[in-house]
């Protein structure tokens, strides 16, 4: 079974400033995909980020960027100038790549990140 | 284009009773899927259907049952609530294997007293 870890329940930064968020995971696959979703207080799921593990290079979008490290199952995300709509929960997740079976996305607990004015 | 929809907003449920939450999407995906949401757990998955006519368990299966008669539609039926099952249920559905990314509904807030 997969597993997906986020060590850090809350975390704050000020507006324009630069975050981190930690995510790692265990599995024994060797193919598949690792996303970051966003959670605001409306409580849609949107998706920020995706990263297939067998790109090295790691995903940009924006302001957003990742810190993949195969090797140590480590997925961290980045937020540049943070912004006071960046305030939401945010969700690691794992899913693996197959032809059959469920496929679904496999949470972390989530980070709840406030940007501070 | 108004992606997956879900019904109702919130629901307050009497234990015992059962209940239906609706899932529709209008993007022809073939693969759907039931996620609950708890404080401090993340989400889960409940069920899933990979294409029309076929479903499968998830993580956390028990007192749920769904069905998939067509590709639009994946009903989640609570056939006897119990207080446990309180929680925020999530909606989502992918093209097909080949294709990565999941879709969100709004979600349905269902409380069971």
């Known amino acids: 079974a997969q597993t997906v870890t986020q060590s850090q329940p809350e975390m704050s930064v000020q507006e324009a400033e630069t975050v981190t968020l930690s995510c790692t995971y265990d599995?024994?696959?060797?193919?598949?995909?690792l996303f970051w979703y966003k959670q605001p207080p409306s409580r849609q799921m949107i998706l920020v980020i995706r990263?297939?593990?067998?790109?090295?290079q790691n995903a940009t979008e924006n302001r957003f960027s990742v810190n993949f490290q195969k090797a140590a199952k480590s997925f961290s995300l980045k937020i540049s100038d943070s912004q006071l709509g960046d305030t939401a929960m945010y969700f690691c997740?794992?899913?693996?790549?197959?032809?059959?079976?469920?496929?679904?996305?496999?949470f972390g607990t989530g980070t709840r990140l406030t940007v501070i004015p | 284009t108004a992606g997956i929809t879900q019904a109702p907003t919130s629901q307050i449920l009497a234990a015992g009773r059962s209940m239906t939450l609706r899932c529709t999407q209008d993007?022809?995906?073939?693969?759907m899927y039931w996620y609950r949401q708890d404080l401090g757990l993340g989400l889960r998955l409940i069920h899933y259907?990979?294409?029309?006519?076929?479903?499968g368990k998830g993580e956390v299966p028990d007192g749920y049952s769904v069905s998939r008669a067509n590709t639009d539609d994946f009903p989640l039926t609570l056939a006897s609530a119990v207080p446990s099952q309180t929680s925020v249920y999530f909606c989502?559905?992918?093209?097909?294997?080949?294709?990565?990314?999941?879709?969100f509904g709004p979600g349905t807030r269902l409380t069971v007293l």
């Open positions: 997740a794992f899913m693996k790549q197959s032809v059959a079976g469920a496929n679904n996305l496999f």
């Open positions: 990263q297939e593990a067998y790109k090295q």
């Open positions: 259907s990979n294409t029309a006519g076929t479903t």
């Open positions: 989502a559905s992918r093209r097909d294997y080949n294709y990565n990314e999941q879709f």
């Open positions: 599995t024994s696959e060797n193919n598949y995909y």
């Open positions: 993007m022809r995906h073939n693969a």
